[in-house]
């Protein structure tokens, strides 16, 4: 798709600009701030744990490949990495899948469970602290009102979509 125009850019007024590097300078800070703790106290990063996460959530703690990149909105490829160090951990493992000769499950162990489990007390605190703590219920609502927007935005239907977990 070419996206290339000859109108003039609509550049970011002085307001939108400082909205703009403040989102991007937080939203930078939060990343590192989560995966550095997670990194210290259950020695994963924050990705592998919101992979843990999905799991446990999921019946028989187990998902398509295809499925859980959807869910981590990340590529296929970074997908079979993680799950590669999950495995080797012995938090996740794969399984073929029946139906579809190409197709795999990952399915999280009872080690990945209990792992989770202990390293969740201490995620919830630190986001709770670093996110929840400094917003009202009023902000708290809004802030979850425009993600919702901005990801729906940014989460087209159509099928042809250029999304992380088709690549």
Request: proline letters at 5%; one cysteine or more.
């Amino acid at each position: 798709m070419n996206t290339a125009s000859t109108e003039e850019p609509r550049w970011l007024n002085e307001e939108e600009q400082r909205v703009w590097r403040s989102y991007v300078h937080a939203t930078t800070l939060l990343e590192d701030h989560l995966d550095r703790q997670l990194q210290r106290d259950a020695g994963m990063p924050h990705i592998y744990y919101g992979l843990l996460v999905k799991l446990a959530d999921s019946p028989q703690r187990r998902l398509r490949m295809t499925e859980l990149a959807m869910h981590a909105k990340i590529t296929r490829s970074r997908l079979s990495h993680a799950v590669a160090r999950l495995e080797k951990n012995g938090w996740v493992r794969r399984e073929d899948c029946p139906s579809d000769k190409r197709g795999q499950f990952a399915v999280l162990t009872d080690e990945g469970l209990e792992t989770l489990k202990q390293s969740a007390p201490g995620h919830v605190a630190v986001v709770r602290t670093a996110l929840f703590d400094r917003l009202t219920p009023e902000q708290q609502k809004s802030l979850g009102e425009i993600m919702q927007i901005v990801a729906e935005g940014l989460q087209p239907d159509e099928a042809g979509a250029d999304l992380p977990w088709l690549r």
